[in-house]
């Protein structure tokens, strides 16, 4: 695999929970560097109502950002989205435009739910997300409590048109972890686009592949972890129909 894409993380500083600073985002960018990602979608949270940034604001920070890596890394490619914390009203704010940023520019958006959300109203949330034309992205479906070990409710997501991702590092765990058997589950049966970083800082939540990429790589073979890890990824970029 020529490069890995990292679709989900927390790397613009000052914005969310992730960096915050811009030498801890370089420091993040070079971690990112040496595991052989050279592409990023960079999605800092976005909550209702309780941003620490403005819509035109968070893009001068990322471009900020985009200048000190272009000096330092001239062939690390940076791009925009948020991951969106679905919670009442988030429709309205998708269909108002200028207040989310959709990942790449394209039609192709992140989002995340309280783990604890009953399935019903997980369901019926990305069902009215679906219906305002976007391609919904679920972060890290692999900690959400209502659909551990439920294939079904997965597969009746999957017949919605979204699509989802799972933490890198979820695959980490020894062989009587249930998150990794259960990630490992789901992304052998097929249902699973995405593999990232989600990573935070610099010291506890940092991008780390190397252990997903071979578990893939052993199991389903190098064409599998290419669209894991990058090429479905690159489709969000180019904003291309990933099929489901």
């Known amino acids: 695999m020529e490069y890995l894409i990292d679709m989900h993380d927390h790397i613009v500083p000052g914005v969310d929970d992730g960096s915050q600073s811009m030498e801890e985002s370089l420091a993040l960018i070079d ?4 595991e052989g990602v050279r592409k990023i979608i960079c999605t800092p949270h976005y909550m209702r109502n309780r941003n620490r940034y403005e819509y035109d604001g968070l893009e001068e920070a990322f471009e900020k950002l985009k200048q000190e890596v272009a000096v330092k890394y001239p062939d690390m490619e940076l791009y925009l989205g948020n991951e969106v914390l679905c919670e009442n009203g988030i429709t309205d704010d998708i269909r108002k435009g200028r207040l989310i940023h959709s990942m790449a520019g394209g039609k192709y958006m992140l989002f995340e739910f309280n783990i604890k959300l009953p399935y019903h109203e997980l369901y019926d949330t990305m069902k009215a997300i ?3 034309r976007v391609r919904p992205v679920i972060a890290h479906v692999e900690r959400y409590s209502c659909l551990v070990g439920r294939l079904d409710r997965i597969k009746e997501l999957k017949s919605l048109g979204l699509y989802l991702q799972i933490n890198a590092d979820s695959l980490e765990g020894g062989l009587f972890d249930e ?3 259960w990630c490992k589950k789901m992304i052998s049966e097929g249902y699973i686009e995405f593999i990232s970083s ?3 800082d610099s010291e506890n939540r940092i991008p ?3 252990t997903a990429r071979a578990w893939i790589r052993k199991k389903l ?5 290419d669209a894991l890890f990058r090429g479905n990824a690159e489709k969000v970029i180019n904003n291309a129909f990933i099929q489901v």
């Open 179 to 181: 998150n990794t058997r």
């Open 198 to 200: 989600d990573c935070h």
């Open 31 to 34: 971690m990112e560097y040496k």
């Open 221 to 225: 073979g190098e064409d599998m972890e």
């Open 130 to 132: 679906v219906e305002t």
């Open 208 to 210: 780390s592949y190397k």
